[in-house]
């Protein structure tokens, strides 16, 4: 900047030459300044979300949903999140694929980088986003309850500066998180998800089949789906009619995409498939652990959705007949609108009548 300016000040420069000069220096400078800067509120709240047909479930909520509000941003930015524990048990968030390089405070693990925030306390973390991907975050309190059957997680999905030529053909994106539950501590806060504890209903984004929704396409769609696996279980998830192309694995670009029609979800796993939709009908995807595809025991439940093409026509004893159509269950529309954190509004819960706990 000195040499520059120098070379600005010099009277052999001519006034058209030094304006060339200050449009360079005025890009070089906004190349530099290129990462955002974002800075997010969240709560967590005690709420109740309806996981499937009578079935409800008390929760931890991030800003008081399940899954927890989109974050999206992109690679290379900095992140700013102040989060305010308005529950009755102390929680922390760890930003999961986040490699806090020069950061490491801001991990998230109660006792080791922190103390947990306590009800009624805020906390506020600062971080980069090194790496693009398929992040996502969760509690890293008492994991065993709360993020694998209370909730306590979100996307946190980070652009890439120079995404793939396949990725840049993508018209259409889906985030997938899946978990499970145990209705025996649905209502009961501070139990639960221990390894005698069975898990009895399955999910995706937090909703068992028949109340998970479709994804709609059109021939001609290229889909991005990103699995992440939110809770303690491994969900095969099974793809009708269509090749899966497995592109990242927990956000890591593979050397060797390779083609599977089942992808394997394990806890804390993320897979990014893009998947060309060339095939027009009605094609399920459900997980191919069996037991999963029940509701308590009752068939058909779990984390299923269905593709359904634009143009093929709906048959009166089709399962989701007349069905009322969310287009953004599986984040499809917040994924458009840019970055920044957005909640969305079917995945809110209603919040409990229960005293809080006063400090
Ligand atoms: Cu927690």
Redesign the pocket.
């Given at each position: 900047m000195t040499i520059s300016l120098n070379i600005l000040r010099a009277s052999s420069v001519s006034c058209y030459f030094r304006n060339i000069l200050v449009i360079f220096l005025l890009a070089g400078i906004a190349t530099v300044c290129e990462a955002a800067q974002h800075e997010f509120d969240m709560s967590i709240d005690e709420v109740t979300i309806d996981v499937a047909p009578g079935f409800s479930n008390k929760v931890?909520a991030f800003n008081g949903q399940v899954p927890g509000p989109l974050i999206h941003v992109k690679e290379g930015d900095d992140v700013m999140v102040h989060v305010t524990n308005n529950s009755t048990?102390?929680?922390?968030v760890h930003w999961h694929g986040v490699n806090q390089i020069g950061s490491w405070q801001q991990d998230g693990v109660p006792d080791v980088t922190q103390k947990a925030i306590q009800p009624g306390e805020s906390y506020t973390y600062r971080f980069n986003v090194d790496r693009p991907g398929s992040l996502w975050y969760h509690?890293h309190?008492?994991v065993w309850e709360?993020v694998a059957i209370?909730g306590?997680w979100g996307p946190l999905i980070v652009e890439p500066k120079n995404p793939s030529a396949l990725e840049k053909e993508v018209t259409l994106d889906a985030i997938l998180m899946m978990s499970a539950w145990q209705s025996p501590y649905a209502n009961v806060f501070g139990q639960g998800g221990g390894p005698k504890d069975v898990s009895d209903y399955f999910s995706v984004n937090g909703r068992s089949f028949p109340i998970t929704q479709p994804i709609r396409v059109k021939k001609g769609d290229v889909l991005r789906m990103r699995f992440i696996g939110a809770g303690d279980e491994t969900h095969q998830m099974h793809m009708h009619g269509h090749d899966m192309l497995v592109t990242h694995k927990d956000g890591y670009p593979l050397a060797s995409p390779y083609y599977v029609d089942t992808v394997s979800v394990g806890p804390g796993e993320r897979y990014d498939v893009i998947v060309k939709m060339n095939n027009p009908g009605r094609f399920i995807m459900h997980d191919h652990i069996d037991k999963h595809m029940t509701n308590n025991g009752a068939s058909l439940g779990g984390p299923v959705t269905i593709f359904e093409y634009e143009g093929i026509k709906t048959d009166d004893w089709y399962v989701w007949h007349g069905k009322a159509y969310d287009p953004n269950f599986f984040y499809s529309d917040s994924l458009k609108k840019g970055y920044g954190l957005f909640n969305s509004a079917p995945f809110m819960g209603t919040v409990n009548k229960q005293r809080r706990r006063r400090r």
């Open positions: 931890f048990l102390p929680h922390t509690c309190v008492n709360h209370r306590m």
